[in-house]
């Protein structure tokens, strides 16, 4: 349902964006996130977002700002000033409920991923 884009290779300092586009049912009212799996490390919250609020994790506040629009079924993921330690996997996932969390268990759905590499 879920399928991410936007990925790729970028120099660090750098910017990227990231969609999330659901294919199927509207999302209108879920709270959705985005998480992240760095090479050899565990998966790893990033950001998340409701009808009412986002919010995104220490590691990447200031630098990564995430955005919702109901009208196009989509979610994004604003990445500035990329560092080397942002070069992960990037997930979109889905949660059929109107509050966000920040723990990957809690989502129901989810998007393939879409690699970011980020060069020093």
């Known amino acids: 349902q879920l399928e991410e884009s936007g990925g790729g290779v970028v120099q660090a300092g750098g910017s990227l964006r990231l969609s999330c586009a659901n294919s199927?049912?509207?999302?209108?009212?879920?709270?959705m996130a985005w998480f992240r799996r760095p090479p050899g490390k565990e998966r790893e919250f990033v950001a998340a977002?409701?009808?009412?609020?986002?919010t995104t994790a220490q590691s990447v506040k200031e630098r990564f700002t995430v955005s919702r629009d109901n009208a196009k079924n989509s979610i994004y993921l604003q990445m500035n000033s990329l560092k080397s330690e942002d070069t992960a996997v990037y997930f979109c996932a889905g949660r059929r409920a109107r509050y966000y969390s920040t723990r990957a268990e809690d989502y129901d759905y989810w998007g393939q991923g879409t690699q970011v590499t980020v060069s020093s």
């Open positions: 199927g049912n509207a999302f209108k009212n879920d709270a």
């Open positions: 977002i409701s009808l009412t609020g986002s």
